[in-house]
């Protein structure tokens, strides 16, 4: 069974501990939530496994499931560089700074009715 928006979002509420903050399909689990880093990939990885679907494979890792491009990001690092020094030492290495792509709730909701159809079916998707 397709997991609702209602589902999801009942879940990130248990999650996260936000009893007040309104959550919808267009809150931003970063910029609205507060959910980075760690905590995201975690996130992920429960409600993945609470809805028994699969959202990251070991060739793709979650690229296919949201669309990334090369170089982008869901979340951004809970890294601290307090003056620039990684950022610069990148950029004289010709290293591109990482993209982060917010994750609305609406679009998590989305990618895990996409999974539970395709679950069971074996496709292969390329690689981003």
Known sequence: MEPTLSQVIDFIREFTGHRRIPI?????????????????????????????????????????????????????????????IFRFINWLRGIPEPVVRDLPVGQLHRALVEATRHKGKGSKNAAC
């Open 24 to 84: 919808h399909e267009h809150s931003w689990l970063e910029a609205d939530l507060g959910v980075t880093g760690d905590e995201g990939v975690d996130l992920l990885e429960e409600i993945a496994q609470a809805f028994d679907v699969q959202l990251y494979t070991e060739e793709e890792g979650y690229c296919n499931t949201f669309s990334l491009g090369e170089n982008e990001y869901l979340f951004h690092s809970e890294g601290l560089d307090l003056f620039g």
